[in-house]
């Protein structure tokens, strides 16, 4: 399974306490409260990703990481949850073919200055399923930019995927699994062109104690790019899912999130003839109020 590394100092952390409220597993973003995020990522494709610096810099990258502060604050938007997010802070790594290496600290460095500077949407579901992201702030004037800020908002995509866990029906633990309806951000393919095929992810509470409820999920899913299947490729990718939630009941927040990847290609995804893995890593740790962090077994002071 892919690991993340943690690369983002925790001397950033520091956040706006999260207001109680006795939703039970129901969000609750209200109107300015800020809740903030550490968030880390990792992508290893069996194919490259191409992607683009302004100035004819280009590489193809097997390897992406990503670790980001998101401060974000929203609330609802008609029957929908608008979230308008702050990066303060935004580091990336990566590794890409050999002969392109030496464009990766450019093209990176391009990134996290256009990331800083730009404003984070997403659009929930009330029960926390992750409808849209979009970046707003970054130019689009040219092809390039465009190209670039597709890609951008395909990693941030990935990055906040874990802060879709979907709640159960009513917000109540139903004593056995349910299941994510529509395609997790975390088992989609990066294309701009999108992806599909079939999947399950199912939730199920593994226990409670002080106000928060730990939540565990398992699936599986096959897909390929939309190109692909229009092209009658007989190409695919079949996954396998593990994650793990920490709800704060009081907040009606996740505390700590974190979803793992792993897949197989079949032989025309990737290289004629062989068979290639796919891993993915990505998890979200909120920064409370004292400024420790919440990690996977609770609050860690940096």
């Not at 929203?74 to 890409?96: D, N, W, Y």
């Not at 975390?186 to 106000?211: H, P, T």
């Amino acid at each position: 399974m892919l690991a993340p590394t943690l690369f983002l100092a925790t001397a950033l952390a520091q956040a706006a306490p999260a207001s109680p409220a006795d939703g039970g597993l129901t969000f609750q973003w209200k109107p300015g409260e800020t809740v903030s995020y550490l968030a880390e990522m990792a992508i290893d494709s069996p194919t490259v990703l191409w992607l683009y610096g302004r100035e004819n810099a280009q590489a193809r990258f097997f390897r992406i990481e990503m670790a980001a502060r998101y401060d974000c604050s929203g609330g609802p938007k008609g029957k929908e949850v608008l979230l308008s997010c702050s990066i303060p802070e935004v580091r990336m790594g990566g590794t890409a073919v050999s002969t392109d290496q030496d464009q990766v600290p450019q093209i990176l460095t391009e990134y996290q200055a256009l990331l800083k500077s730009a404003t984070l949407e997403i659009v929930l579901r009330p029960d926390g399923h992750i409808k849209l992201v979009d970046i707003e702030g970054m130019p689009q004037d040219l092809i390039r930019e465009n190209d670039i800020h597709e890609m951008i908002r395909q990693l941030v995509r990935r990055s906040v995927s874990p802060l879709g866990m979907q709640t159960p029906k009513g917000g109540a633990d139903p004593g056995r699994s349910w299941r994510h309806k529509g395609p997790p951000a975390f088992l989609e393919l990066i294309s701009k062109y999108g992806s599909s095929g079939g999947m399950r992810y199912e939730y199920a509470v593994a226990g409670e104690k002080g106000g928060i409820t730990a939540i565990t999920a398992e699936g599986e899913a096959m897909v390929a790019t939309t190109a692909q299947r229009e092209a009658g490729i007989p190409a695919s990718l079949s996954m396998v899912a593990n994650g793990s939630y920490r709800f704060d009941t009081g907040a009606g927040q996740l505390a700590y999130a974190e979803v793992e990847v792993s897949g197989l290609t079949t032989a025309s995804y990737s290289l004629p003839g062989s068979q290639q893995g796919y891993g993915f890593g990505a998890r979200m740790m909120r920064i409370n109020a004292d400024g420790s962090i919440e990690g996977v077994e609770g609050p860690i002071q940096p």
